[in-house]
């Protein structure tokens, strides 16, 4: 019999209102994992009532903005003494590789640790209005109930990197995990419960998009949506939370491109390459899926990747020696094949991978790809595949590869790698992109505020900037004049 996990609201595991759960499959060997609830609106209801509840009770509303702080550090500890288990759980439930998810946990607990330190600086201002007999000052207040949607490509990590703020900044929250990697997040709920954070401060409905999703976009008494997630649904809630005069915060898709220029180290280069695109089987909204090479370097770029391409060991995620893993289910492997098909009716040439490797396990493997012969008109360029498919184009001039790095939907990302400093700088002014990386590639830090231009996002994540995303300004007037106010009707010279 498969486990079976409820729902956790109000600092505990309740039943789904409806009976119904969904399984959840392990994309390598595909046997069944767990269960999780499928919950609907009646669900969100209850979960977002109890983080009402949460959010006007004193012991949340009366703690200290330190008092938020320690119990954010003492979170940040649980999942430094559980990371083996999580990164287990996250590596079985998306295939991404288990080193990977070891990596993204060490460093977890500094998502939590950051915000527990920010939590006591939020700060307003007294601000020096023209009336002297008046003191003006502005205070940052908490929203309310904060709703948090997340994807299945690093479930904790972004999950983290919107109730860290959420939390330190006096918010209770609502998740909505991917339907495909609902377990980490429950566990990550049970632990915060564990920390001491009150009943009702973080709740957690699983589910799918359409419904618990939706659900929860919809609810009357959400303050926020904080959605990391593919640009259509983003639009979607973009659309739905407008209507009602509510903020969202969106973490998008991208088409991001890496640019190699004939100055470079290329041996690095393609190292940053071949990590842009391949590391996670190309599943990350960063990916550098769009290689820009100077005419001079990039025969010797192509046959550097092309060669690691084709002798990634792909395999078991859980094994040491294993290097790219499965895609994460199904629709995931026929957008990828359908993209790669796509690429070469439109002309492109398969210069690696284009095929489903030889491996042992049964699950959603896809060799390394590499098209060349492509150009920004086709679609494989400017559409994401969200797989291990680069499209690698020569050019010659640093003003024509601008020109084409950003005739892009999106602006999430960017990697150039060059030895001139002069270029480098210039390069990252200009680049329409809410990261640029120089000579180094895939890097992401709590303290860095990140932010996707275009149709990348609205809103900023990670950085000081994104505790004001969870926080509502308000200005205050006080009359320091005593004496008896003037009839309003009759004009002063
Ligand atoms: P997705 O948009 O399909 O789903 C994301 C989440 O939204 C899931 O929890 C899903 O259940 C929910 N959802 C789906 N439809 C919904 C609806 N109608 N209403 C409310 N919720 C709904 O995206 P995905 O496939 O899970 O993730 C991959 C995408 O996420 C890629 O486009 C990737 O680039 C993007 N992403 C962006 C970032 C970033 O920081 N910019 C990071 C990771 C992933």
């Given at each position: 019999m498969t486990e079976r996990y409820g729902h956790f609201i109000d600092g505990g595991w309740r039943d789904p209102a409806n009976g119904e759960y969904f399984t959840s499959t392990?994309?390598?060997?595909?046997e069944d994992l767990y269960q999780a609830a499928r919950g609907d609106s009646a669900d969100v209801d209850a979960a977002v009532t109890a983080a009402q509840r949460a959010f006007e009770a004193p012991s949340w509303r009366g703690l200290t903005a330190t008092k938020r702080g320690k119990l954010l550090h003492r979170l940040g500890d649980l999942i430094a003494e559980n990371a083996e288990e999580l990164a287990r759980f996250e590596s079985l439930d998306n295939g991404k590789l288990l080193r990977e998810m070891r990596g993204q946990l060490l460093t977890l607990p500094d998502y939590l640790y950051y915000y527990g330190g920010l939590a006591d600086k939020v700060q307003g201002s007294q601000i020096p209005t023209n009336n002297l007999a008046v003191l003006n000052y502005t205070q940052r207040e908490p929203l309310g109930v904060v709703g948090a949607i997340t994807p299945w490509n690093s479930p904790l990590t972004l999950t983290a990197s919107k109730l860290a703020p959420a939390l330190a900044a006096g918010n209770t929250v609502v998740i909505k995990p991917s339907e495909y990697t609902s377990r980490t997040i429950l566990r990550f709920a049970e632990l915060a419960s564990e920390a001491g954070?009150?009943?009702?401060v973080v709740n957690v409905v699983t589910g799918l998009g359409a419904e618990a999703g939706a659900a929860l976009v919809d609810h009357p008494r959400i303050a926020k949506i904080s959605f990391t997630g593919s640009t259509a649904t983003g639009a979607a809630i973009a659309a739905r939370t407008a209507s009602r005069f509510i903020g969202s915060t969106l973490e998008l898709g991208g088409k991001s491109p890496n640019i190699v220029f004939e100055d470079a180290n290329v041996e690095n280069a393609a190292m940053g390459v071949i990590a842009g695109i391949y590391a996670a089987a190309g599943q990350t909204c960063i990916a550098g899926s769009r290689v820009f090479a100077q005419r001079a370097v990039y025969e010797e770029l192509l046959e550097r990747v092309a060669e690691r391409a084709n002798s990634i060991k792909i395999g078991d995620?859980?094994?040491?020696?294993?290097e790219l893993g499965p895609l994460a289910f199904q629709d995931q492997l026929e957008k990828v094949n359908y993209y790669v098909d796509l690429g070469v009716d439109e002309g492109a040439t398969l210069f690696a991978g284009g095929k489903r490797p030889e491996v042992e396990l049964p699950g959603y493997f896809y060799s390394p790809t590499v098209l060349t012969d492509v150009n920004n008109d086709m679609r494989v360029v400017r559409e994401?595949?969200?797989?291990?498919v680069a499209a690698i184009m020569p050019f010659d001039t640093e003003e024509e590869v601008l020109q084409l790095a950003n005739?892009?939907?999106?602006?999430?990302a960017a990697g150039v790698w060059t030895k001139s400093l002069a270029r480098a700088h210039r390069m990252a002014s200009s680049l329409d992109a809410g990261t640029v990386w120089i000579n180094m590639y895939r890097a992401m830090s709590p303290m860095s505020p990140r932010q996707g231009f275009k149709n990348s996002g609205v809103g900023i994540e990670h950085g000081f900037e994104s505790m004001h995303e969870y926080t509502r300004l308000k200005s205050v007037w006080i009359n320091t004049d005593e004496s008896p106010l003037g009839d309003p009707f009759v004009m002063r010279g």
């Open positions: 392990n994309p390598a060997t595909l954070f009150p009943d009702g995620p859980l094994a040491a020696e294993t994401e595949i969200f797989g291990p005739d892009t939907d999106y602006g999430l």
